[in-house]
């Protein structure tokens, strides 16, 4: 059975462009981050293990799909990656917000840069 809106996700991604779903994964990679934040202050360690784990998977899948003909900016963006995902694996491993709070950072910093090439602007 299929969960309901998974048709609607489905049909949103089909009809989006490529700068509309990668947006839409960097706020979807922020909510995860924020659900291990809240889990962090609250000691809930599975949870923020969860949490930080899907937004380590969600990075590792826009790292993965970044176009290795254009390394000019391929690179720039691999790199950003893994500044995040070193500070998630920190965040994780020691229960650092401050890591938390770095890759928080980047990752504004990169939906921001996005949004602000996205046509609809």
Request: aromatic share 6%.
């Amino acid at each position: 059975m299929k969960k309901p809106g998974s048709e609607y996700l489905k049909t949103m991604v089909a009809t989006s462009g490529p700068v509309s779903n990668i947006i839409a994964l960097y706020e979807k990679c922020l909510f995860h981050l924020a659900s291990a934040r809240e889990s962090l202050v609250a000691k809930d360690i599975s949870r923020k293990a969860e949490s930080l784990r899907k937004a380590m998977d969600i990075l590792f899948y826009l790292d993965n799909v970044l176009d290795p003909t254009t390394p000019e900016s391929g690179e720039s963006l691999h790199n950003s990656y893994q500044v995040i995902l070193a500070q998630l694996s920190l965040a994780n491993s020691e229960n650092s917000s401050e890591a938390l709070g770095l890759a928080e950072k980047w990752l504004v910093g990169l939906l921001e840069a996005w949004q602000g090439i996205a046509p609809d602007n």
